[in-house]
């Protein structure tokens, strides 16, 4: 009894640490974990304040010519489905649908780290029409290829986008807040839809605005001058 006892207590030490563990190391794999911040917003209305992760399109931007040299900004769509058929106009095209895209902007890989395992993480996702995999995809898309091999190739999202393959990482740690299996460009969003939204400040449907703290710039300074 007193070693079954012994055992079991053990386990569950273990099964709690590793839950603790889990749970308190969300995203700390980016290097700039400490300085990334996402802007959330709140709405007063009659049943009382919402709160939401999401905010206006406009902001990225907005951000960017307030606080110049001080932050760099992020914004980020999705994850949202989407249709990809490889090798399109090919004998060989096959149609994937895919649940968990995420659009993203140039500053993208200025802010959050990924182990890169084929392409270019300065240049990937500033390539108009760039889409990027992690290693679980091209498994799934192409397999018996190798990540080096399908660069270059070309995708075609929800049958109207021409997307080219420039980039793969490898699968982010799951304890992340951003789960997804594919980034893409904002540009190719875009060319599917014709109303952009730079200038509507009520669409929280857009996603998500992050801001990366210069290292000698504190939250405090930067929320003061964002409430105003």
């Not at 563990?21 to 917003?41: L, P, Q």
């Not at 919402?50 to 990225?60: G, I, K, V």
């Not at 182990?115 to 799934?140: C, R, S, Y």
Request: with cysteine; net charge negative.
């Amino acid at each position: 009894i007193n070693v079954l006892s012994l055992s079991f207590g053990i386990a569950f030490s273990g099964i709690i640490f590793l839950f603790l563990r889990y749970e308190s190391t969300f995203d700390h794999f980016h290097t700039k974990a400490d300085r990334i911040y996402r802007v959330n917003t709140h709405i007063q209305d009659t049943d009382g304040m919402l709160r939401s992760a999401f905010s206006p399109h406009p902001l990225a931007e907005a951000l960017r010519n307030t606080f110049p040299g001080e932050i760099i900004v992020t914004q980020i769509m999705g994850r949202l489905p989407g249709e990809l058929l490889i090798n399109p106009g090919t004998d060989e095209a096959k149609l994937f649908e895919e649940s968990s895209i995420i659009f993203v902007d140039d500053e993208f890989t200025q802010t959050f780290d990924y182990t890169w395992l084929a392409g270019d993480p300065a240049m990937a996702l500033q390539v108009p029409n760039g889409i990027v995999f992690h290693e679980g995809m091209v498994d799934k898309l192409y397999p018996g290829k190798t990540y080096e091999e399908i660069l270059g190739e070309t995708i075609e999202l929800n049958g109207k986008t021409l997307l080219t393959v420039t980039g793969v990482i490898a699968h982010p740690p799951l304890n992340s807040n951003l789960v997804f299996s594919t980034l893409i460009n904002y540009d190719a969003f875009y060319q599917a839809n014709e109303e952009r939204g730079e200038e509507d400040w009520e669409n929280l449907s857009r996603g998500c605005t992050f801001i990366t703290l210069q290292e000698n710039v504190s939250q405090e300074q930067i929320q003061t001058r964002l409430d105003q």
